[in-house]
């Protein structure tokens, strides 16, 4: 577990180091770039008995002059009604897809890590950690991002997200 946090802390450091050369506004190729960090939360509806708070951070990064991917960070939460609690740490790449008038549509492949610090472990095929696949689609403008997560755990995430620059 120590391993995978500080291989996590490593991704996320060197990630922000580089992001800082987000994508530029171009207006004359593009009618909507979204250039900013944005900062956000995920929750998950409870069904059958699961429920799910996932704080994020998005990351623009410029690939070319014409294109950017988003980076998507996450350390969250997932609580269960049997008390096995499990703590998540994501991350994802966004592309965009669509772009509309005011905003640009993304796609998220996102893989996430999940640990449950209290399960027992008697069987040796039930693990106490997994990894999950996780597929997002977001709205993005300059300002807010709206989101659904599509997880085969039963569980609808619905997030938003803002951008704090001015």
Avoid at 81 to 107: A, M, N, R, W
């Amino acid at each position: 577990m120590k391993k995978t946090i500080l291989i996590l802390l490593v991704i996320v450091t060197s990630l922000m180091v580089n992001a800082q050369d987000t994508t530029s506004t171009n207006q004359q190729t593009h009618k909507v770039i979204t250039t900013d960090n944005m900062f956000g939360v995920e929750f998950g509806m409870p069904i059958m008995g699961r429920g799910f708070i996932n704080p994020n951070i998005t990351l623009p990064q410029r690939i070319t002059d014409e294109y950017h991917i988003i980076h998507y960070l996450a350390g969250g939460y997932s609580f269960l009604e049997d008390k096995q609690d499990e703590y998540v740490f994501s991350y994802g790449i966004g592309i965009p897809l669509h772009t509309l008038k005011k905003g640009i549509l993304y796609g998220y492949l996102i893989d996430a890590y999940h640990y449950r610090p209290n399960k027992v472990v008697v069987d040796p095929t039930k693990k106490r950690d997994f990894r999950q696949r996780r597929v997002r689609v977001a709205y993005r403008t300059n300002r807010f991002e709206f989101s659904t997560t599509y997880t085969l755990r039963y569980s609808i995430i619905l997030g938003v997200s803002y951008s704090f620059n001015k």
